[in-house]
């Protein structure tokens, strides 16, 4: 049998949070859990246990994440009928720590405690100069810094969303879903720009536009180079 050079995995697609907790009312049930959150970490018994590196004299770090799931289920926030309390906690807390809602070790940042102000005040009809409420304004702050390290380039996925919007004036579903996660860097913004311009002058199709776009990565050549001109194997 051939002894075949590793083909390097590379990503040139936008890799952000999880889908695990879906929800109506997201920014209503995203401060609610905030306020859970910060009166779970000021119970004596939580206080100085890790979320994610087990401190001294903690035995892991499920049970506290079960502790929490409780904790949600104590307090209406989620009906139980999960199966694995610790992996309940961890989906239900992504996007808060996606956000940057929360660190790591799941406490409260800055950001998160400025958000809990608004909601305790409940002062969400006070405007500002972009003529939104206030906690909008912290929610798109929050968006625009959001980030993702592609292959060493930062990508901000809402800045690109916005860039698209102004030279597009809209993207159709389809565009939304397939072709803007492929930008990741300067060149390939461009070149989704310019294939989303020629689509909608009918030329091509969003397939093709997407195999183009693949083969033109040398790992993706390598690949295809490998399955073409060798025979089947198991």
Known sequence: MAAYERIPYSSFLWKLGTTSF????????TEWQLRLLDEFWQK???HN????IAVPGQADIYEIKNRYYDWLVENDFT???DKVKYKAAREKTSGLYDMGFIDNEHRLTEVGYE??????SNDYLERNQLGISHDSQIYLAQLLKLSDDNT???VRPFIIVLHLLSELDYLSYDEFRYLMPLCTDEFSTSYILHSIVELREGKGDIDS????????KKNYQVGLQRFTTNEFSE
């Open 209 to 216: 536009i997407l195999k183009d776009f693949l083969l033109s």
């Open 49 to 52: 246990q890790g979320w994610e």
């Open 44 to 46: 004596p018994e939580n």
């Open 79 to 81: 009906k139980g009928n």
């Open 152 to 154: 060493g380039t930062t």
């Open 115 to 120: 958000l809990l102000e608004v909601a305790s």
């Open 22 to 29: 879906r929800t109506r009312e997201f920014n209503k049930m």
